[in-house]
């Protein structure tokens, strides 16, 4: 079909323009973790030996744990050179957008983003997608992590011996993080198959587990620790274990964009939780992370009391309210799941 203005169209239409060079900005979500600078990175890496001209634009800063990837240290932190960035994604023909699924999750970039009139692409696996923002992409929330959809995409372009060990490393790394180290359902035969494939490439995955597992600070340990004792309170009717982290303990562990990450897992290695609940007192706003095993879908719950989404297992979410206003919300709203939570 033709150029569509209005409606997302399905990902194999796109392929055949790979094979004149473009201009193609790709970027994710804000605050990326693994799977989004693993995807843009595997996707940056695969254009680039097509012969495109590419940047990366994160729309904020990123855990330092992440900085060890092929070419991050090219990556443009949009909050540090909003002029440049525009400059970029105006002059661009292609805008990839990666593990995200509406154009808000790249906070201040938003604006910049909708106005650009380039053809955008989405990659996602993230539930409703404002599909129409984008001209071609795939959405599927039965991928493990955007990662394996950028493999797919590699695959199913045509230019599958493009797919060197570098973008395995890239890619690697955010099924890796997404899948929780291969233990959640999305860690598929196919997602299994795709890391035989990237060893036979050369892969070295044990160095990977440790750059994004092993190289915390000591603080980061001491804030850990500060979370588990004081910070964390079990509401056992409701099988729901929440953490409340006031500004006063970032300050105090001088906590780095990324020192928070994996705390929120904790709260679900309890024994019968069914859900846990993290939130973060930021500057800008108070901060959700939902988990949960068994039933209890999170995205749901996110997008209906905290302007959030993301999986029905793991969802994001934010307040304007005060620390203490948004704790007493939530533990006023769940008293509305007490059945869905036995
Ligand atoms: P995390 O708790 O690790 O920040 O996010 C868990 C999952 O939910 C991730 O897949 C993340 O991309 C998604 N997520 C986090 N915050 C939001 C949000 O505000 N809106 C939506 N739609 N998804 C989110
Ligand atoms: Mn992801």
Redesign the pocket.
């Known amino acids: 079909p033709e150029f569509c203005r209005h409606c997302m169209q399905s990902i194999e239409y796109f392929f055949p323009l790979l094979a004149k060079p473009h201009k193609a900005v790709i970027t994710m979500?804000q605050k990326p973790?693994g799977d989004a600078m693993g995807s843009t990175l595997g996707l940056y890496h695969f254009l680039k030996a097509l012969g495109h001209e590419v940047v990366i634009i994160s729309p904020t800063n990123w855990a330092s744990f992440l900085n060890w990837m092929p070419d991050c240290n090219k990556v443009i932190d949009y909050e540090a050179n909003k002029e440049k960035s525009a400059t970029i994604v105006n002059n661009a023909d292609w805008l990839f957008c990666l593990?995200?699924?509406?154009l808000h999750?790249t906070k201040n970039m938003e604006q910049l983003l909708t106005q650009a009139k380039c053809v955008k692409i989405l990659i996602d696996h993230?539930q409703q997608p404002q599909e129409e923002a984008f001209n071609y992409g795939v959405s599927d929330t039965a991928k493990s992590s955007t990662c394996e959809m950028v493999y797919d995409f590699i695959a199913a372009s045509g230019y599958a011996d493009k797919l060197d060990v570098t973008i395995a490393t890239c890619l690697y790394t955010g099924i890796m993080t997404d899948t929780g180290s291969f233990r959640f359902p999305g860690a598929s035969a196919h997602v299994h198959r795709i890391v035989a494939h990237f060893k036979d490439l050369g892969l070295q995955h044990s160095p990977i587990h440790q750059n994004i597992y092993d190289s915390s600070l000591e603080n980061r340990l001491r804030l850990l620790g500060n979370a588990l004792l004081n910070r964390m309170e079990i509401l056992y009717e409701y099988n729901t274990a929440i953490m409340v982290v006031p500004k006063s303990d970032l300050l105090k562990f001088d906590a780095k964009t990324g020192d928070t990450e994996g705390l929120?897992n904790y709260l679900l290695s309890i024994q019968g939780i069914k859900m846990g609940a993290l939130v973060i007192d930021r500057d800008e706003e108070r901060k959700w992370?939902?988990r949960s095993k068994d039933g209890f879908d999170v995205n749901a719950f996110?997008r209906e009391h905290f302007?959030?989404?993301?999986?029905k297992n793991?969802?994001?979410?934010?307040s304007s309210d005060s620390l203490d206003v948004t704790v007493r919300k939530f533990k006023q709203v769940i008293q509305q799941y007490e059945a869905q939570l036995q």
């Open positions: 979500h973790d593990d995200f699924n509406v999750r993230h929120v992370s939902f996110a302007e959030g989404g993301g999986h793991a969802a994001g979410g934010r």
